[in-house]
């Protein structure tokens, strides 16, 4: 499978690196609470954030999408039909795809919707994604906007006294500037607004999309008057998780396969403060228990001054990869053995209680 031979591509070109890293004091290592306390409650709903702030992560990522009339509102995907019941409420508005775009609706129409555990369709069935989660359809949850959600955490980092910050991904660039909508320059417009305007400021900005990385940090945030902190994330070419339109209009996927040669982290690092690879990507799938495999990533981006941010950790039965004995331990492989300077959580009490039992918190 390509993954795997990529993965052999990441150990054998990024272990040739030289030796001086870079990385987080182990006191400073991180949790980012991935869509909120999401392993609790329906994701990126306000309540799960809530419930992750209450947890103490150190960050608390949003994934952010545009609505028809301009809005930006924290949704995973760019569409509608996973997480709400838009498919009841306007049945008539999917594409020819049987997607419902989130572009395609207003927010005052997307507040019309409710939202629960995110499911999948199978054999004209909703199946929950994670059964073990919190039920489908309970309660009521809604869509939050970016505004809404930065301004609860900055509300409870005043009432209660912590400093919790937020660590948004504009997802799929490619797509909404396709839709005519430049959706870099209104997050960062947002991010300006609430007082994210430095290194210093308390947010990592993230994209999988290296070209839009590149225009952030080369154009927008110049013209802006901001210098936020970047992540590039990381995915395989074949994931089709970013596209390039060609002179013909035709969607192509965006070759990530530089990123994990030889010279691939020095050249991200021209434009980012860190990457967010997935896990495989960080320790090799083929590790065994007591033969942890690192494909040299780690050593690769420290060496360019950059921190790294894997994804996702999950305590779900079956999440758990067989070289780790359970969720301590994984944490433990990628804190210590691999030497990560953080994580992406849906457990974030786990996480944050693991690195409290080490001290480091
Ligand atoms: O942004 C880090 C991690 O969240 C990437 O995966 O698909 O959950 O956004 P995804
Ligand atoms: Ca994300």
Redesign the pocket.
């Given at each position: 499978m390509k993954k795997i031979c990529l993965a052999a591509a990441i150990a054998s070109t990024l272990l040739a690196a030289p030796a001086f890293a870079q990385s987080a004091p182990d006191s400073d290592k991180i949790v980012v609470a991935?869509?909120g306390a999401s392993g609790y409650l329906p994701e990126h709903t306000l309540p799960a954030k809530a419930m992750a702030y209450a947890m103490k992560p150190d960050y608390i990522?949003q994934?952010v999408v545009m609505t028809k009339d301009d809005r930006l509102v924290v949704l995973?995907d760019h569409y509608l039909d996973r997480v709400t019941n838009v498919a009841q409420v306007f049945p008539d508005r999917a594409r020819e795809d049987g997607r419902y775009y989130a572009i395609d609706f207003t927010l005052p129409e997307i507040k019309q919707l409710s939202v629960t555990e995110g499911f999948n369709i199978k054999d004209g069935k909703q199946v929950q994604g994670f059964p073990e989660r919190y039920p489908m359809w309970q309660s009521d949850f809604k869509v939050p906007t970016f505004e809404e959600e930065i301004e609860m955490i900055q509300g409870l980092n005043k009432s209660l006294g912590y400093d919790i910050g937020i660590y948004p991904?504009i997802?799929a660039p490619w797509f909404h500037r396709h839709e005519g909508k430049d959706i870099s320059k209104a997050v960062l417009k947002v991010l300006k607004d609430y007082g994210y305007i430095s290194k210093d400021s308390n947010v990592f900005l993230?994209t999988f999309d290296f070209n839009e990385l590149k225009r952030i940090h080369d154009e927008l945030m110049p013209a802006m008057g901001m210098d936020v902190k970047l992540v590039q994330?990381l995915a395989y070419t074949d994931w089709n998780e970013t596209m390039v339109y060609d002179g013909k209009g035709l969607a192509q996927p965006y070759s990530y396969d530089w990123m994990f040669a030889k010279g691939g982290m020095e050249k991200v690092a021209k434009y980012a403060d860190g990457v967010g690879p997935w896990k495989p990507m960080v320790v090799s799938d083929k590790s065994t228990k007591g033969n942890i495999k690192l494909t040299g990533l780690v050593k690769a981006a420290h060496e360019q001054g950059m921190q790294v941010h894997p994804?996702t950790f999950r305590a779900d039965t079956g999440r758990i990869p067989a070289y780790a004995n359970d969720f301590n331990d994984m944490l433990d492989i990628f804190y210590n053995t691999a030497n990560v300077d953080g994580v992406?959580t849906d457990f974030p009490d786990k996480a944050v209680g693991y690195l409290s039992s080490k001290g480091r918190k």
């Open positions: 991935h869509r990522e994934d995973h991904e997802k993230q994330l994804y992406f």
